[in-house]
């Protein structure tokens, strides 16, 4: 499959949604959604969610249970996605969206299963997409022992499954390493929270 994602090296987008792969984060994934509900409860007048990475159609649930629109943003699949009212995915990377890829109202971004690890610059971009009243939803891996010794057992299911064994080292440091937060690239945010399990790390910034 030809990648059309802009990021510094390719990744095993595929393998990385593996049956056994997803079995060893479940429970990074389940406190995830978890927090991505409970949001909805207090935000009640969210019009759009915008899944960074969607696949073909991550979270659409929590969008139809809610009543919002659904837009996704993914640039690697290219199953046919069933498009119906509300339900919209957008095949490029999250650099290249524009205004024109989005609806109006207030926008909830959505960035799961540490997507932003993956996207050049997200603060640039964001910082051109987000209006008064928009909120970030940021999930990634939590850098207690835990969340490093779960998030090394992914990947190494993910690598093993890709028949590439060496490379999953250098991603586990490369994330590691790198700052999680996307609220230190925003230019204007008004409030931010962090919830945090020995796993998930979820950022909620309210701009
Ligand atoms: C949700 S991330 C999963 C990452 C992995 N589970 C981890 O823990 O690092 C993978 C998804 O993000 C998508 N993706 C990768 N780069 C992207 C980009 N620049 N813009 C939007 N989606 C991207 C991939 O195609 C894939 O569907």
Redesign the pocket.
Same mark, same amino acid.
């Given at each position: 499959m030809k990648?059309t994602?802009?990021?510094r090296k390719s990744?095993p987008?595929g393998s990385?949604?593996s049956e056994d792969?997803m079995l060893i984060?479940k429970d990074?994934l389940t406190h995830e959604k978890q927090e991505l509900k409970n949001l909805f409860v207090k935000e009640k007048d969210i019009d759009n969610i915008i899944v960074?990475?969607?696949?073909n159609g991550?979270y659409s649930d929590i969008a139809f249970n809610n009543n919002v629109k659904y837009i996704g943003?993914?640039? =690697?699949?290219n199953v046919p996605t069933k498009e119906r009212e509300g339900f919209h995915i957008v095949k490029?990377?999250?650099?290249s969206i524009s205004h024109h890829d989005l609806s109006r109202g207030k926008n909830l971004f959505v960035?799961?299963? =540490?997507?932003s690890?993956?996207?050049?610059n997200y603060g640039d971009k964001l910082n051109e997409l987000l209006r008064g009243g928009d909120v970030i939803f940021n999930s990634?891996?939590s850098r207690c022992k835990e969340g490093a010794s779960v998030?090394d057992a992914?990947?190494k299911q993910?690598y093993i499954k890709y028949h590439s064994p060496f490379e999953y080292k250098n991603?586990v440091s490369e994330?590691i390493n790198t700052q999680p937060l996307i609220s230190r690239k925003i230019k204007n945010y008004t409030n931010m929270e962090i919830i945090s399990n020995n796993i998930n790390t979820i950022e909620i910034i309210y701009i």
């Amino acid at each position: 499959m030809k990648s059309t994602v802009t990021s510094r090296k390719s990744y095993p987008f595929g393998s990385m949604f593996s049956e056994d792969a997803m079995l060893i984060a479940k429970d990074f994934l389940t406190h995830e959604k978890q927090e991505l509900k409970n949001l909805f409860v207090k935000e009640k007048d969210i019009d759009n969610i915008i899944v960074v990475g969607s696949g073909n159609g991550h979270y659409s649930d929590i969008a139809f249970n809610n009543n919002v629109k659904y837009i996704g943003i993914e640039p =690697n699949y290219n199953v046919p996605t069933k498009e119906r009212e509300g339900f919209h995915i957008v095949k490029k990377p999250f650099e290249s969206i524009s205004h024109h890829d989005l609806s109006r109202g207030k926008n909830l971004f959505v960035f799961w299963f =540490n997507v932003s690890f993956y996207i050049d610059n997200y603060g640039d971009k964001l910082n051109e997409l987000l209006r008064g009243g928009d909120v970030i939803f940021n999930s990634t891996w939590s850098r207690c022992k835990e969340g490093a010794s779960v998030m090394d057992a992914y990947f190494k299911q993910v690598y093993i499954k890709y028949h590439s064994p060496f490379e999953y080292k250098n991603t586990v440091s490369e994330i590691i390493n790198t700052q999680p937060l996307i609220s230190r690239k925003i230019k204007n945010y008004t409030n931010m929270e962090i919830i945090s399990n020995n796993i998930n790390t979820i950022e909620i910034i309210y701009i």
